[in-house]
T-cell receptor
Framework: RKEVEQDPGPFNVPEGATVAFNCTYS??????FFWYRQDCRKEPKLLMS???SGNEDGRFTAQLNRASQYISLLIRDSKLSDSATYLC???????????FGTGTSLTVIP | DVKVTQSSRYLVKRTGEKVFLECVQD?????MFWYRQDPGLGLRLIYF???????EKGDIPEGYSVSREKKERFSLILESASTNQTSMYLC????????????FGPGTRLLVL
């Protein structure tokens, strides 16, 4: 069983739409959670960390559900520049391993 | 700004060649990582290091070795390159042993013929 699972998509949405991605993780000892963004042929970059109480950064909202072992990312008012692959990342804090999902592809259409 | 650099963006090698991929970070991070990324498989950890001369195997260490002689530099070595090692290789670093954010280099696209 994979440590982290994501729906690969692709998600194709019109500009201005709201889109949500979910990610599940298998290790209940996981302590740190992140969403990374990866543009085509570029390296992953941190989009936001995910905190237990949920957190928001502009149009982006991240949520954590420990009981069900999933995290989510909500993007409101999608922009063309949001087109990218979004990676869910989990770390247990017991070691130095970060576990990456395979990514969810988003294309925002004019 | 954190800067992680990798020695090559693109590399073409022949089967059986020894390949060195270099990674340097300038933020005094303790932790450094090597991943490979393949379509449909995501990022997979090859090796990581949390201190100079320390290394630990990740999920797919076979066919690879690493070297960390200085804190800022982490090298990935393919002892005898094979075609199934054609991939995108990403180096990353992070600060402290806690689960801090990882910062990635731009990646090296390796083609083994």
């Amino acid at each position: 069983r994979k440590e982290v699972e994501q729906d690969p998509g692709p998600f194709n949405v019109p500009e201005g739409a709201t889109v949500a991605f979910n990610c599940t993780y298998s290790n209940s000892a996981s302590q740190s959670f992140f969403w990374y963004r990866q543009d085509c042929r570029k390296e992953p970059k941190l989009l936001m960390s995910v905190y237990s109480s949920g957190n928001e950064d502009g149009r982006f909202t991240a949520q954590l559900n420990r009981a069900s072992q999933y995290i989510s990312l909500l993007i409101r008012d999608s922009k063309l520049s949001d087109s990218a692959t979004y990676l869910c990342v989990v770390n247990t804090n017991t070691g130095n391993q970060f576990y990456f999902g395979t990514g969810t592809s988003l294309t925002v259409i004019p | 700004d954190v800067k992680v650099t990798q020695s090559s963006r693109y590399l073409v090698k022949r089967t059986g060649e020894k390949v060195f991929l270099e990674c340097v970070q300038d933020m005094d991070h303790e932790n450094m990582f090597w991943y490979r990324q393949d379509p449909g498989l995501g990022l997979r950890l090859i090796y990581f290091s949390y201190d100079v001369k320390m290394k630990e195997k990740g999920d797919i260490p076979e066919g690879y070795s690493v070297s960390r002689e200085k804190k800022e530099r982490f090298s990935l070595i393919l002892e005898s390159a094979s075609t199934n090692q054609t991939s995108m290789y990403l180096c990353a670093s992070s600060f402290t042993r806690a689960a801090e954010t990882q910062y990635f280099g731009p990646g090296t696209r390796l083609l083994v013929l």
